[in-house]
């Protein structure tokens, strides 16, 4: 059995998976104390794990009626994300391993966000087209076996689609975490009301964002304080509608370049329903994860730990994080 633990972001997360890689528990306990900065502070998300991991790498075992003698692996987020964050659940495993004598697996946040496909649906078939949209992160990736190589084919050249979500949210006056207030919102909007722009410019499988923002952002000056108030849901569902749309040509894309027609989605946008929805009129099979195996959760980081090699015993104790923005140490 494998006790997963990530702590990449702002959610702490621990899960243990059997050795038929069910998923006999998965704990995530969301941390609130950001939504009055507007988004996450690295700093308070860090202290946050550091006062929950134990709590929650607890509950874990015993949701799963296992105790640590069980345990035969222990699988963590080394990267990318924030590096005090990631400290946190780094120095845990490492900690857990050493002490009870047990191999360590070091996994890619990313390459969880993929394996979250397989939690879906465990006979998914090679080769696919992952699209990981998150908070963090927006690429498109071609999956061909369980492992960390995947190709990726495109990524957001400035914010991740989830970004955008949380941007967006922000400007209409909705609290972080933005995604989900600004669907609730578009629920009575019309998503054809305003023009919003789906990255035109940008050539190939990259993605961006930050025109979508700006024009919203230029949108609402010109609408003013009182009308954009009034239309805050046609904004709402107008500007999701965009992000949707965007998404789901990239994906085509990539499929009319590659040939592969099984699609998979996750990270945290794809728990958004018009997002699914534009990906499932592409008319091809998606394979889309549970709402709690999409947000950050270790129960995907267990998953793709299954196809990963044990660090020795001198390399677990080495290990060291690689936060966002730098590349994965080999
Ligand atoms: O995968 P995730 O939990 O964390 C990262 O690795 O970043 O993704 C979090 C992101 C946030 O930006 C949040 O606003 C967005 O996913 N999100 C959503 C929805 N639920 C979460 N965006 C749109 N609609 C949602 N329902
Ligand atoms: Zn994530």
């Known amino acids: 059995m494998i006790l997963a633990i990530e702590t990449s972001c702002d959610d702490t997360c621990a899960a243990v998976l059997d050795d038929q890689r069910r998923v006999l528990s998965n704990i995530v306990s969301s941390q609130t104390a950001h939504a009055e900065f507007g988004g996450v502070v690295p700093e308070i998300a860090a202290r946050h794990h550091l006062e929950l ?35 946190v659940g780094v120095s845990a495993a490492k900690g857990i391993a050493a002490a009870r004598g047990l191999p360590l697996r070091a996994v890619n946040h990313l390459h969880g966000h993929v394996a979250a496909s397989y939690l879906a649906n465990p006979d ?19 999956v061909e076996s369980e492992g960390p190589n995947w190709t990726q084919l495109g990524a957001t050249l400035d914010d ?18 933005g995604g989900p207030a600004l669907e609730r919102l578009a629920r009575s909007g019309d998503s054809a009301a305003f023009d919003f722009p789906t ?14 923002k700006t024009s919203l952002l230029y949108k609402t000056r010109e609408l003013g304080e ?66 709690e195996y999409c947000t950050d959760n270790a129960a995907m980081i267990g998953r793709a730990a299954f196809s990963l090699n044990d660090l020795s015993p001198e390399q677990a104790l080495s290990l060291e994080i690689f936060p966002t923005g730098r590349t994965v140490p080999q």
């Open 53 to 87: 991991i134990d709590a929650v790498i607890s509950t874990a075992l015993k949701s799963a009626g296992v105790g640590l003698d069980q345990i035969s692996s222990v699988a963590v987020t080394q990267g990318p994300g924030l590096s005090g964050a990631l400290l």
């Open 124 to 142: 998914l078939p090679h080769p696919f087209l992952c699209l990981v949209a998150s908070g963090g992160h927006t690429l498109i990736a071609l």
């Open 160 to 177: 991740a689609a989830g970004e955008a979500f949380d941007k967006g949210a922000r400007l209409l006056g909705l609290d972080y975490p």
């Open 199 to 212: 990255a035109r410019g940008v050539d190939g499988l990259d993605f961006s964002f930050a025109g979508l």
């Open 226 to 291: 009182k009308e954009t108030l009034e239309r805050a849901s046609d904004l709402a569902a107008s500007y999701q509608a965009a992000i949707a749309r965007q998404l789901s040509e990239r994906i085509v894309r990539a499929v009319d370049e590659t040939g592969c027609t099984q699609l998979a989605i996750g990270g945290g946008v794809a728990a958004n329903g018009t997002v699914r929805e534009a990906i499932a009129e592409i008319g091809l099979p998606v394979s889309i994860p549970a709402m």
